[in-house]
């Protein structure tokens, strides 16, 4: 029965890719047409503003600035948004985040600053310019992958703390705070995959209290 649950608990999926810091600008050109490319890690639309009217301050000529987001580290929690921004519909936007889908990859704004060259390119051309756009900018991102973890509150009395400490050290547990007052608390980080048998752990041990962060 442990092996099965072991391999349930294998299956989680606890990661996920991001960027910490915005990327350089990239320059894709198709018939005099120049498409720049922004990768900004976001996760508020209110971020999202932010970073477009920077670059609406920065090229103030130019026509477009389509986009698209991605925000939410677990698959049921994700949310999106692609825009046109005036272009022929479904044809920047979407192709923007069909790279972000492509590149399994989350809290992340890209956007594709275009300046009109003088020839028009088509629905095809222009689905294929802001895809390209979207590529370049996530293929020089620093993509990071991190971790989805659980924040644990422990209390328990001194008594406790051997005891505590040794499932700390046996599981490789991080700590993140601790007060070490009439009693002792800690707030302990467990990967996702981990965290029903840490909880289950600790929660089987007398005189140690174990509740999920933020949690009455």
Same mark, same amino acid.
């Given at each position: 029965? #442990?092996?099965?649950?072991?391999? $349930?608990?294998?299956? &989680?999926?606890?990661? %996920?890719?991001?960027?910490?810091?915005?990327?350089?600008?990239? !320059?894709?050109?198709?018939?005099? @047409?120049?498409?720049?490319? %922004?990768?900004?890690?976001? #996760? @508020?639309?209110?971020?999202?503003?932010?970073? &477009?009217?920077?670059?609406?301050?920065?090229?103030?000529?130019?026509?477009?600035?389509? %986009?698209?987001?991605?925000?939410?580290?677990?698959?049921?929690?994700?949310?999106?948004?692609?825009?046109?921004?005036?272009?022929?519909?479904?044809?920047?936007?979407?192709?923007?985040? *069909?790279?972000?889908?492509?590149?399994? =990859?989350?809290?992340?704004? &890209?956007? #594709?600053?275009?300046?009109? *060259? /003088?020839?028009?390119? /088509?629905? *095809?051309?222009?689905?294929?310019?802001?895809?390209?756009?979207?590529?370049?900018? !996530?293929?020089?991102?620093?993509?990071?992958?991190?971790?989805? $973890? =659980?924040?644990?509150?422990?209390?328990?009395?001194?008594?406790?703390?051997?005891?505590?400490?040794?499932?700390?050290?046996?599981?490789? !547990?991080? =700590?993140?705070?601790?007060?070490?007052?009439?009693?002792?608390?800690?707030?302990?980080?467990?990967?996702?995959?981990?965290?029903?048998?840490?909880? $289950?752990?600790?929660?089987? !041990?007398?005189?140690?209290?174990?509740?999920?962060? *933020?949690?009455?």
């Amino acid at each position: 029965m #442990s092996d099965i649950n072991n391999t $349930d608990e294998n299956k &989680i999926k606890d990661t %996920y890719k991001t960027i910490d810091i915005s990327s350089e600008e990239t !320059l894709f050109k198709d018939r005099n @047409s120049k498409f720049f490319g %922004y990768a900004f890690p976001v #996760s @508020s639309e209110e971020q999202v503003k932010e970073a &477009i009217e920077v670059l609406r301050k920065k090229h103030h000529t130019a026509r477009h600035f389509c %986009y698209a987001w991605q925000f939410g580290i677990e698959a049921e929690k994700m949310r999106f948004r692609a825009n046109d921004d005036g272009e022929p519909s479904n044809s920047a936007g979407m192709p923007i985040y *069909g790279q972000i889908q492509a590149f399994d =990859i989350t809290n992340i704004l &890209i956007v #594709s600053v275009r300046y009109f *060259g /003088g020839t028009k390119l /088509g629905v *095809g051309g222009l689905i294929n310019a802001y895809r390209t756009s979207a590529k370049m900018a !996530l293929e020089i991102a620093d993509i990071k992958e991190k971790t989805i $973890d =659980i924040d644990y509150q422990l209390n328990f009395g001194y008594d406790m703390m051997n005891k505590v400490q040794r499932v700390v050290k046996e599981r490789n !547990l991080n =700590i993140t705070a601790q007060k070490l007052e009439m009693d002792c608390e800690y707030i302990i980080s467990v990967r996702k995959k981990d965290a029903q048998i840490v909880f $289950d752990i600790f929660d089987n !041990l007398f005189k140690v209290n174990i509740k999920v962060l *933020g949690e009455e």
